[in-house]
């Protein structure tokens, strides 16, 4: 098969060329440089991989990857079974389904930094508003970011909540590419509603439900914006993740170190996300 | 058209010309949100820009604890920063590599009455003076209520099992007995940091030790009793129900409306109540955090913070010049008035009569010889960062106090390796 002449010229592709080399590739390369070296962002010193030995023998380092793949799987999967399910709610043409579809989208909008100082409040252990409502009903709330054991979940509840709008628009855009035919078909064979939806719905949606579980995925994997502004990853090391763990040496002033941290983090997000994305692909072409 | 152009012109000329002639300088300075900084820098600079109008202050606030590290570290290291800035003296003063990024100060005039225990720990390992004291020296101990020890009897306790004989006793009146704030975590660390005095008290080398690589936290009994300290109040069911959450701002205000009768905290935190609650300044007493024996009971103090100049500083004469009337004890006795919430490290300058009772409860510790320890962080340039995590563990319950002094030791190594210091 012999390659057809592209009708455009080579230097069509520079300026885009220049933006990827300048902003991305260089930086890439410069930060698997300075993950070798004592760094003060004037002078690196180099110092072989002893960053790297460092980085693994942080002590919260265990705890904060088992955190981050909670995180991740958590919000990811609930994302896509809650945001299917209210898709296929929003599309079934019920009562204010504009209105509705509005209210679920829009916590989304909503800078992620004031969601979680807003949701820290509502969490006080005492003040808050939710423990105070739970107390008018006679509840003793528990200390929903101040409970090791459970800060790190009140944040997953926080980010589904703002998150699950993006899953299921996608998903609304997913089941509106879904010929009415194939309803129509089934409804004839006499399927009932449910085995429509696993039989039909479930399988022609899935280019949306790839979208929703790599985007939720390496979102669920690098999040850190509504962690540090809900716990700063406390109490203690409770609900650090590795993106925290990593923006602490940074804060410290470990420049060399928290770099180390970020190329363990991007090898890390590729090692899950590549397979899974290849292994979605395969299943495709099976259809 | 064209008449517009030249009367644009016209005045954009007048104006440039005005500049020079009165050569307006506008200092950019970064100070730290807390009540206290914002009291003593208004004072100074009121009474400079009055003295000469031609220098006027933009004035940028930041946070403090780890977060206000970064900003400074980052703003520094990338040039950012502005023509003066207030930080810590001591260790976190060595970690910004002074010799690098700061100006020399040690031939400003006003230095000449700087005490010689201040400049020590805003010197350069070249052995340059780089800062200007800025605020008074603390100490770290235990604010309490004045009222609630009238009411129950007690009397300011010299021993830790005095104190832990105090709370009992307001436990069992239905108050809170000790406050903790973890809202604001570095406030977490004061029963560790405090306990320097008695540390020292019991193991005299251990700042060189631990320097040098030879003493750790988890290895030395006088060192591990700090966290113990903490286990032990927090195991005794003393503390606010909301301590995981509550703020700096909580804490003292519990401690100055007799909701609590303790609260450990550095001696600052009475700029807090100043400008909260006036009204109950005078409720607040102070004492040093006590340890095992009543004949050797003293206080951890902190120095004061320091102005700096970063090296490649804008305006860096007019700082200059600003920081050496900083200096002076004329503009000493303008904070002392203005925050007069502890002694002041220049010659002659001296706090006004009508003190606060917590202020007064420190002074005595200051007059008598040995009955004050500067606090570790101003003997040894190693101090690690998760300390304030750990201590939140600590009085969260997850974690036990030899078992958190043990993790702090490996926090500090990494720290040291991160500094290239010798031994480690």
Known sequence: MTTRKSPYPYWFVLPAAVIFIVLFMVPTFASLWFSLTRWDLVNAEFIGVENYRQFFREPFLIQGLVNTIIYAVLTSGTKTVLGLLLAVLLTSGIWAQGFLRTVVFFPVLVSTIGVGITSSVLMHPTRGLINVALAGLGIHGPGWLTDPALALYSIVLVDLWKGIGLATVIYIAGLASISPDYYEAARIDGATRRQMFFRVTVPLVKPATITVVTLSLIGGLRSFDLIWAMTRGGPGFSSDVLASVIYKQYQAGFYGLSTAGNVILFILIGLIVLPLTAWFNRKEVDL | ?424
């Open chain 2, 1 to 424: 058209m064209r008449m517009t152009t030249c009367s644009i012109l016209a005045a954009a000329i007048s104006v440039l010309a005005a500049g020079v002639a009165h050569a307006d300088v506008t200092l950019s300075i970064v100070i730290d949100t807390n009540p206290e900084t914002s009291a003593s820098f208004d004072a100074l600079s009121k009474a400079y820009t009055a003295k000469h109008p031609d220098v006027s202050f933009d004035v940028e606030q930041r946070v403090g604890g780890s977060e206000g590290d970064n900003i400074i570290k980052t703003r520094l290291a990338t040039g950012e920063m502005a023509d003066i800035f207030q930080y810590n003296t001591g260790s976190l003063f060595q970690a910004l590599k002074p010799e690098q990024t700061l100006a020399d100060l040690s031939d400003l005039p006003s230095q000449a009455g700087i005490l010689d225990s201040f400049k020590k720990v805003v010197t350069s390992a070249d052995g340059h003076v780089r800062g200007i004291p800025f605020g008074p020296a603390m100490g770290g101990g235990i604010f309490y209520n004045r009222k609630i020890y009238a009411d129950l009897g007690l009397t300011p306790p010299k021993t830790w099992a005095e104190f832990m004989a105090n709370n009992a006793k307001v436990k069992a009146a239905g108050k809170v007995a000790v406050v903790q704030t973890y809202g604001d975590t570095w406030t977490s660390q004061l029963f560790i940091l405090a306990d320097y005095y008695n540390l020292q008290a019991d193991a005299p080398n251990f700042a060189a030790d631990y320097t040098a690589n030879k003493a750790k936290y988890a290895t030395t009994p006088a060192a591990v009793r700090g966290f113990e300290h903490l286990e032990e109040v927090a195991k005794a069911g003393l503390f606010n129900a909301d301590f995981g959450a509550a703020t700096l701002d909580d804490g003292m205000r519990m401690v100055a409306t007799a909701e609590a009768a303790h609260y450990p905290m550095l001696t600052f935190g009475i700029g807090n109540v100043q400008q909260n609650l006036p009204d109950h300044l005078r409720d607040i007493g102070f004492f040093a955090e006590p340890g095992t024996d009543a004949q050797k009971n003293g206080l951890t103090i902190w120095m004061p913070a320091a102005l700096y100049i970063p090296a490649k500083a804008e305006h860096l004469e007019e700082a200059k010049k600003f920081l050496d009337w900083v200096g002076s004890k004329e503009a000493c006795d303008i904070m002392a008035k203005a925050v007069p919430s502890g002694p002041y490290l220049v010659k002659g300058c001296e706090l006004p009569k009508d003190i606060p009772p917590v202020v007064a409860d420190m002074l005595p510790y200051f007059e008598t010889d040995g009955r004050t320890a500067p606090a570790l962080e101003f003997l040894s340039p190693v101090k690690g960062p998760s300390l304030e995590q750990i201590t939140v563990e600590v009085g969260s319950g997850i974690r036990s106090a030899k078992d958190a002094a043990a993790l702090y030791d490996r926090d500090v190594e990494k720290q040291a390796k991160q500094l290239g210091l010798p031994n480690w």
